[in-house]
């Protein structure tokens, strides 16, 4: 029995060796490298590039025609179906670190991808790298016209996809009249040298308003944002925007921070026409004072719109110490230097004697 148990022992062991001799053969052919093969019949061994693409290129027009080819270990070559390999695709977004992504989009965006094929040990790939492009940008307006101390909405075309640059966004405005006399090559270097034109006059903070009466274009410098380029936006007619002079009608206004000022030594009553109103009012010694009559009129936004002094409505009234408490009317009067921006300005008030 010891003698059949010893040749079941060795049967078992040389078919064990058998066994491992068969699954470790190695005359057995096996993967020694992975490529691709182009439609042209050159071949990938290792990386290769497909160069670079503007920006809204289709990935179908980038992607090449390949066949993914495996050579073995007895230099038999064979095409490997989709299902012996693995396929990654990577994503190096500009300016940030490569990230996994299940596929390539039909218009990939900006920066580098890398498409990598793996059986086993073995890997290929390719890659390819999109570059941003220039968009074409416009200037809009709520309306192409308005008085000068209206306020339109000022935005630029694409204003929804611009939200991570929106705050960078400048706006400017140039005379119509200047910049269509500008040579075809004046007009073609602008984009690289507006900020030092001295007929070139920031929107401030995006806001059109107080501009002096005329027709203008106005522009925009839009920072580089997602898959564009910095640029400069488009001058041309639908850019062009008209300021009129405005007219404005106020009354019953109360000059509350009036200061009447008699004098000293000036006898009571007196006629209005020979008191000074003044804006504020500092005493600064015996008989001594410095002050303005300077007035402002503000607009809704708390900007002054002009500036200007009181005179009286009626200046025969005579007045004395009895009147003090009392309101009297005036008129705002505008500097001359408005007559440029304004067709009529008509604002009356008033202001209590002190």
Not at 113 to 135: A, H, K, Q
Not at 162 to 176: P, R, S
Not at 308 to 330: C, M, N, P, Q, Y
């Amino acid at each position: 029995m010891k003698k059949i148990t010893a040749v079941l022992a060795i049967v078992a062991v040389f078919a064990l060796a058998a066994v491992c001799l068969a699954a470790c053969n190695p005359n057995e052919a096996h993967p020694s490298k992975v490529y691709l093969e182009y439609a042209d019949g050159s071949t990938n061994e290792s990386t290769i590039s497909l160069g670079e693409f503007s920006y809204g290129t289709r990935f179908a027009d980038i992607e090449p025609q390949y066949k993914v080819m495996c050579l073995y270990s007895d230099n038999s070559v064979k095409e490997l179906a989709a299902s012996e390999y693995t396929v990654a695709y990577t994503y190096n977004p500009v300016g940030g670190e490569g990230v996994t992504v299940d596929e390539i989009p039909q218009a990939p965006d900006v920066g580098y991808y890398e498409v990598s094929f793996t059986l086993g040990d073995y890997s290929t790939c390719y890659g390819f790298i999109i570059n941003p492009s220039d968009r074409e940008y416009r200037v809009t307006f709520s309306t192409r016209s308005w008085t000068y101390i209206d306020t339109p909405q000022v935005s630029v075309t694409h204003a929804d996809e611009l939200t991570e640059v929106a705050e960078n966004i400048n706006y400017y405005y140039i005379d119509k009249e200047i910049y269509d006399n500008f040579t075809d090559e004046e007009k073609a270097n602008f984009a690289d040298n507006y900020f030092s034109h001295k007929d070139v006059w920031p929107i401030q903070n995006g806001v059109p308003s107080m501009i002096v009466p005329g027709t203008y274009y106005a522009f925009a410098y839009i920072p580089a944002c997602g898959n564009y380029n910095a640029s400069l936006s488009v001058i041309d007619a639908s850019t062009t925007f008209t300021i009129t002079k405005a007219s404005i009608t106020r009354d019953e206004v109360y000059f509350d921070n009036a200061k009447i000022y008699i004098g000293y030594h000036t006898p009571l009553p007196i006629e209005l026409s020979k008191v000074l109103i003044y804006d504020w009012l500092e005493f600064v010694g015996p008989g001594e004072f410095r002050g303005s009559t300077r007035f402002f009129i503000y607009g809704e936004s708390d900007f002054p719109l002009l500036e200007g002094s009181l005179e009286w409505a009626d200046g025969t009234i005579t007045v004395s110490e009895e009147d003090i408490g009392k309101r009297f009317d005036v008129v705002f009067v505008p500097h001359p230097y408005y007559e440029e921006y304004f067709n009529t300005i008509d604002i009356t008030g008033y202001v209590i004697m002190n």
